[in-house]
DNA sequence: GACGATTAAATCGTACACGATTTTTCTATC
DNA sequence: GATAGAAAAATCGTGTACGATTTAATCGTC
């Protein structure tokens, strides 16, 4: 018998992360930011002057997604591209003043989002773990 | 402070199900399917003949999403899209016999999938429940 | 039975996502 | 120091996603 979207777990991952984005999405729109931009605008604010193939492995995502995502980032003002001097094949991500701007105002939106789920600090702290245990289940995460 | 990705609930929300997604892949891919329409012909195979408008409330998508995406599948020989005759607003969605053969092949995935978790039966129903709840209380399900 | 409001899909534009390939640079070994 | 192989981004093609709008059909009310 076939089992129906609405009863497989996958679909439910699927399902939660576009409403997870889509509840976002009014956040970040004020800022003018996409929900990955916002992630890579994270993770930058927490390392500047990471490579892209750093930030890659820390969102999982491939050169193909992010550089096109990069360019639109660059080309509002927010970070700059750099060939690394020492290995011109790396290119290194620095945030610009208005990028770190951003990212400040960008930092209080977890915390302004968590209420909205109803889940208590614990609950989201154990769904994340749950969720990351199966996620390097399925894709062990790359070396750094 | 600013959160790094990595510890954000929205993060392993968002790369968990793209790691579920490439999980299936290698299953979907000899069937010539993506992973959507995967979806598609999953809830079709449960109750054939619904309208574009219910698949779309079961799945969360939008008709600019479906559109294309039944398109493709027609192109295929999976199903047939044609006008409701009581209510030509809508288009009514049957599987052709290559499509219902399909779905029996397909039927079998959730099953093998469900061994690369590395969960339990149990493990993975609670949480889906999980996942379900914390979704339908970011974005209501629209009434059928 | 006319007609404005509502509804269901489709269309359009923009932004991911990724497999496959290409380009450029670096490294290892001779 | 030439060169084969490896590594890092970028390029290309296809397929989602979705906001905003449009088109076509139906409904509600007079």
Redesign the interface.
């Known amino acids: 018998?076939?089992?129906?979207?609405?009863?497989?777990?996958?679909?439910?991952?699927?399902?939660?992360?576009?409403?997870?984005?889509?509840?976002?999405a009014p956040l970040l729109e004020p800022l003018g930011l996409t929900?990955p931009q916002y992630?890579v605008l994270?993770?930058l604010?927490?390392e500047d002057g990471q490579t892209v193939g750093r930030i890659a492995a820390?969102?999982?995502l491939e050169s193909n997604t992010l550089t096109p995502l990069l360019k639109r980032m660059e080309a509002a003002g927010w970070l700059a591209r750099r060939r690394d001097s020492a290995d011109e094949r790396q290119v290194r991500l620095t945030l610009t003043p208005e990028g770190h701007t951003l990212?400040?105002q960008?930092?209080s939106i977890?915390a302004a989002?968590a209420a909205?789920?109803?889940?208590s600090l614990s609950d989201?702290h154990d769904?994340?773990d749950?969720?990351?245990d199966?996620?390097d289940?399925?894709?062990p995460p790359v070396r750094d």
Request: hydrophobic fraction near 55%; charge should be positive.
């Open positions: 018998m076939t089992l129906a979207p609405a009863d497989m777990l996958c679909f439910a991952l699927y399902s939660t992360a576009h409403a997870m984005q889509s509840a976002y929900y992630l994270s993770a604010a927490g820390a969102l999982r990212a400040r960008a930092a977890p989002f909205k789920t109803g889940l989201i769904l994340r749950i969720l990351v199966l996620r289940r399925l894709k």
